[in-house]
């Protein structure tokens, strides 16, 4: 006898051994019981689901004579004719007869009666294969069938299906099949051909599956033909996959914005033969294998992985951070969609690589969080007095030499920054202010050196009125320095634009997320108690979005084209 396939050969012939669908078998054997069979039924759902067999199954079961549990007996005449092939079943492929002339043909032939059953099936596959010809010259049949005709029509596209046809059916919907059934199926299988296997190896294969009944077993399939006992190492090299040790290993690198590593891993699993799509999935099924172990208590049994692996992964998921994880994921899900167009896959990989481990290099919002993030936690690490870090760049071993420069605490200095005194319209910053330093460097040649008092003391307050807005955000940004250790803060402040509006002094920026994190309640206490000493009662930081180059060009153009007219932009 021929080698048939395991979906083939364990393809179920009763409603009994269905695999899931409950609700689609339940309708069906009531109406079966009830002699309320109808005359037109679509079976939409995922691939793999069960919708052809289901079909079948019905078929024989309306024409069975003495059904069992709504299933056909298997041993009355009629069902034994309609296993050994009659023509009261009739099985359509609708992407290969498509056309209007196949239609008109099953039209003329519906009219005769089913030769050994009480019922005429006529079963079409993909039927939204067919075309707008065909679909119009099986509508007058569906409309008024005979009485003895029964449509099954199966698809898994059922909106590219007329409405026409969609009202005439009875529709019932197939659902993906939930990873614990499909593992118990293939393990009864496994168990009927007497093949050893691993639990993790079985639910490597329910995974791959995908929720497809049809697809777990064609993987399986492959699976035990290359070796002798299923294991997890076995499954993973006979579906293409990459080293789950070296995946693990990229992965952290990811998360942990290593750059060099990152890259260098990239490199090192595509040299050894892996498929950059594969990769790419692989790594997108860590990072959901990550979060899950990040976010849930009962990660181990949900992933069902080795004891081994599972605890790299549980270490993984420890260290990162939640963001991270999420970014990486839009990142490389984004890259996978980008991979089936581009003519270089492996530049498009490696581009998604730096995006998520070199951070700096891109300027999203949650690229611009986690490096917050990871500066706040350095901050926080870091022993009280000592010397703020670079803002952004990385510790040595994750330093990049092709990063760009950022911007960084060595630019702020611990000791007061000089301002120019150009900068205060109104005349210099009062004695009491001014650092040693700085008075030693801004005073005149013949005025004596100002002895240091032994103590700063803090500024009398000015009313906001006697100066300008620059003047008062000036000193701010100095006491901020000399009394704040907090040196996110600082930076996003020092882009910050100040002007009077009434009372209020109003801190303008061109960046959403910097706008926003400073009204935080944190930073907006630090932000208040410094204004107070400065006598400035009320402020706020507000966004303001940048002007677009083409509206800046469109003014000057409506300005040089009426120039004997005021323009006025509101």
Same mark, same amino acid.
Request: charged share 25%; net charge negative.
């Given at each position: 006898m021929a080698h048939l396939s395991l979906y083939r050969k364990f393809r179920p012939d009763t409603f009994d051994k269905m695999v899931r669908q409950e609700h689609v078998v339940r309708i069906l054997k009531n109406q079966i019981e009830g002699n309320a069979v109808g005359h037109a039924y679509l079976f939409c759902g995922p691939r793999g689901t069960g919708k052809t067999s289901v079909a079948r199954i019905f078929a024989r079961a309306i024409n069975c004579e003495h059904p069992v549990n709504g299933s056909p007996c298997g041993v009355c005449p009629v069902c034994k004719a309609l296993a050994a092939g009659s023509l009261d079943i009739a099985e359509i492929d609708a992407a290969s007869n498509n056309g209007v002339a196949e239609m008109r043909d099953l039209r003329e032939k519906v009219q005769y009666p089913p030769v050994t059953g009480r019922y005429k099936v006529y079963i079409i596959d993909e039927v939204h294969m067919l075309t707008d010809s065909a679909f119009n010259a099986l509508l007058k049949t569906l409309e008024e069938p005979p009485a003895h005709a029964v449509f099954i029509l199966a698809t898994t596209e059922p909106h590219k299906i007329p409405a026409t046809i969609l009202s005439r059916c009875m529709r019932l919907d197939f659902k993906l099949i939930p990873q614990e059934d499909l593992e118990k199926h293939l393990k009864s299988i496994l168990r009927e051909i007497g093949k050893p296997y691993e639990?993790? =190896?079985? %639910?490597a294969i329910a995974r =791959? *599956? =995908? *929720? %497809?009944?049809?697809?777990?077993?064609s993987v399986a399939e492959t699976c035990i033909a290359y070796s002798h006992k299923l294991t997890y190492e076995s499954v993973t090299a006979a579906l293409g996959a990459a080293d789950f040790r070296e995946t693990c290993a990229l992965a952290d690198a990811l998360l942990r914005a290593d750059g060099g590593a990152a890259l260098a891993k990239t490199e090192q699993i595509l040299a050894e033969g892996k498929s950059? *799509?594969?990769l790419c999935r692989d790594i997108l099924q860590l990072l959901n294998q990550i979060s899950v172990a990040k976010l849930c208590k009962n990660a181990e049994t949900l992933l069902s992985l080795p004891a081994e692996l599972f605890r790299t992964v549980a270490d993984i998921a420890a260290r990162a951070d939640g963001k991270a994880i999420l970014r990486a994921t839009e990142v490389f899900a984004k890259a996978e969609t980008e991979l #089936?167009?581009? %003519? %270089?896959? #492996?530049?498009?990989?490696?581009? =998604?690589v730096m995006r998520v481990s070199v951070p700096e290099t891109d300027y999203d919002i949650d690229a611009l969080l986690a490096r917050v993030k990871r500066l706040e936690e350095r901050l926080s690490a870091a022993p009280a007095g000592a010397p703020a870090a670079p803002i952004s760049k990385p510790p040595a071993d994750e330093e990049q030499p092709s990063a760009p420069a950022e911007p960084s605490y060595e630019e702020y200095p611990e000791e007061e920054p000089v301002f120019e005194e150009a900068y205060f319209s109104d005349g210099p910053l009062s004695e009491p202010e001014r650092a040693p330093a700085q008075e030693a460097s801004a005073a005149p040649i013949s005025k004596p050196p100002v002895q240091e008092a032994p103590q700063k003391s803090v500024p009398a307050p000015v009313a906001p009125s006697q100066e300008s807005a620059e003047v008062v955000f000036g000193k701010f940004m100095r006491l901020l320095r000399r009394t704040s250790k907090n040196g996110v803060l600082f930076t996003m402040c020092s882009d910050l634009e100040a002007k009077y509006e009434g009372e209020t002094l109003a801190l303008y920026t061109q960046v959403e997320t910097i706008s926003r994190m400073l009204s935080s309640e944190a930073h907006r206490a630090v932000m208040a108690e410094i204004f107070a000493q400065l006598g400035v009662a009320d402020f706020a930081v507000k966004y303001a979005k940048a002007p677009r180059e083409e509206d800046k060009s469109g003014l000057e153009q409506l300005k040089r084209d009426f120039r004997d007219y005021p323009v006025e932009i509101k």
């Open positions: 639990d993790a =190896a079985v %639910s =791959a *599956g =995908a *929720g %497809s009944d049809r697809d777990m077993l950059v *799509g594969v #089936r167009y581009v %003519s %270089s896959p #492996r530049i498009c990989l490696e581009a =998604a």
